[in-house]
């Protein structure tokens, strides 16, 4: 919530706006997800999808993947258990 | 919920650990969930409920303070909390904002929502407590977890 989901946002549009459409985002350090990120992260990963790229989370905690699963949106995402595994997904 | 403990029952069966009144502003929402986290910590609940609930907390607040008080900080949340004897945890959040019909709220899970940014905090907190009321048109939540 707040600064944090804001500071995220705007490193995503800013990232998006630079033309990078293929993004990972780790979620080591991150010990829950609330609704306000769950909301960012579902919004950018249709904004990258509809760009020809993809929004891919790296070690979310077992906490992130059962919030996501609550509401129903944890099968749109490929989830990986470190950012190479991840990077190399998108060749 | 059990028969016994509703919320006729000031100071009956349940103990209260807090009760604190917040501008409404989200620092204060860290604020109520850090002291919410303690008293978790010390009643010695389970990491897992202790996030549930934490996350439950958190999304109530937020609702009380963007919504109920569109995030003015000369408004104010109020948020308590109580244990019964048997280790069931109440905790109730209020807001002095114009209050809302909670059954004309959208699912989340409708697949046209799927990929809308908001709109999932009310049904996230049902998810994760074991027994939810609103009252008061919307202006208090009371949340349970057993």
Redo the contacts between chains.
Sequence with gaps: ???AVDGLRQTIEETLGNGDTRLILNLAEV??I???G???V??F??STKQRGGNLKLVQPSK?AIQ?LR????LN?FEIFDNDDAAIASFT | MPADLTDNNPGGDLSELLNLTVPAD?NS?DTITDAIAANLESLQVPE?KR?EI??AV??AL?NAVVHGCKGDPSKHVTCRMDVDPSGRILIMVSDPGPGFDVERLPD??QPER????????V??IR??MDDVRFERGGRQIRMWKY
């Excluded at chain 1, 609550?70 to 949106?73: A, E, Q, R």
């Design positions: 919530m707040g600064p010990p829950m609330d609704s306000s769950i909301g960012l579902v919004r990963l249709a906490f919030t609550l509401v129903g949106v749109l | 989200l929402v897992q996030l934490g996350l958190q999304e937020v989340p899970k799927t990929h809308h940014d908001h709109g999932r905090g049904y996230l998810q994760l």
